[in-house]
T-cell receptor, first 113, second 111 residues
Framework: KAGVTQTPRYLIKTRGQQVTLSCSPISGHRSVSWYQQTPGQGLQFLFEYFSETQRNKGNFPGRFSGRQFSNSRSEMNVSTLELGDSALYLC????????????FGQGTRLTVV | DAKTTQPPSMDCAEGRAANLPCNHSTISGNEYVYWYRQIHSQGPQYIIHGLKNNETNEMASLIITEDRKSSTLILPHATLRDTAVYYCIVRVVHNAGKSTFGDGTTLTVKP
C-alpha cells in the first residue's frame, strides 16, 4: 500500500510569508502527527490530529497551526515565517489502535530566506 | 513519556552484529520501548517495539532487561545501508502519534 505522502518536498519562502504543507496518510490511518526537525533541536513534536480534532500539541507558538480533513488528510500552516522556521517538517500517520507504530513521510524541506 | 539515554555514536564492521543500547530507567509499566531509524534526509523508519519480552522481526531483535530499565537493539548482520541515526523512544502504546525523540545514536557501518 502507498506510504505517507508529503507535498511539496522542497519549499523556499521569505521572512514574513506564510506556508501550507500537506500530508496524505496511509489509507485507513486516522491519526496524523507533525514534527519539526532542525540540526540544533532535533525532532520535535508539533501536534497530532485524529478525526479532524487536535488531540495533542507540542510547545510551539501559535504561528504553527494545522487541521485535518474528513478523509484524514492534514495540512499544517506556518504564518509570519522566521529564519528559524527553516527545517524538515515530517508527517506521520498511525492507526487508532493498540500495539501500533507511526509511519513517517519523506518530509518537506522548508527554507526561509 | 519517559526519558531515554543513548550513546551519541557507534561504529560497526560490515557483516558483524550491531548492538545499540538504550537506558530508560524511569519507564512506566504501561510504556513500550520503540526503535526507529533515520537515514540521512529521510523520514524516520519504524524498526521494532516491545513491552517486556524480547522481540524479533525481519529487521532486528530487541532485548529488554528484566527490570525494563534498559534495552538493546541488535542488527544481526549490519550492512552499509544500516548507517543511520537510531532513536530509542518510550511511550504508551496507544499514543503512537506523539513521540519524544532524543538525540539518538549515529551508527556508522564500515566496510
Amino acid at each position: 500500500k502507498a506510504g505517507v505522502t508529503q507535498t511539496p518536498r522542497y519549499l523556499i519562502k521569505t521572512r514574513g510569508q506564510q506556508v501550507t504543507l500537506s500530508c496524505s496518510p496511509i489509507s485507513g490511518h486516522r491519526s496524523v502527527s507533525w514534527y519539526q526537525q532542525t540540526p540544533g533541536q532535533g525532532l520535535q513534536f508539533l501536534f497530532e490530529y485524529f478525526s479532524e480534532t487536535q488531540r495533542n500539541k507540542g510547545n510551539f507558538p501559535g504561528r504553527f497551526s494545522g487541521r485535518q480533513f474528513s478523509n484524514s488528510r492534514s495540512e499544517m500552516n506556518v504564518s509570519t515565517l522566521e529564519l528559524g522556521d527553516s527545517a524538515l517538517y515530517l508527517c506521520a500517520s498511525s492507526l487508532e489502535d493498540l500495539d501500533t507504530e507511526a509511519f513517517f513521510g519523506q518530509g518537506t524541506r522548508l527554507t526561509v530566506v | 513519556d519517559a526519558k531515554t539515554t543513548q550513546p551519541p555514536s557507534m561504529d560497526c564492521a560490515e557483516g558483524r552484529a550491531a548492538n545499540l543500547p538504550c537506558n530508560h530507567s524511569t519507564i512506566s509499566g504501561n510504556e513500550y520501548v520503540y526503535w526507529y531509524r533515520q537515514i540521512h534526509s529521510q523520514g524516520p523508519q519504524y524498526i521494532i517495539h516491545g513491552l517486556k519480552n524480547n522481540e524479533t522481526n525481519e529487521m532486528a531483535s530487541l532485548i529488554i532487561t528484566e527490570d525494563r530499565k534498559s534495552s538493546t537493539l541488535i542488527l544481526p548482520h549490519a550492512t552499509l545501508r544500516d548507517t543511520a541515526v537510531y532513536y530509542c523512544i518510550v511511550r504508551v502504546v496507544h499514543n503512537a502519534g506523539k513521540s519524544t525523540f532524543g538525540d539518538g545514536t549515529t551508527l556508522t557501518v564500515k566496510p
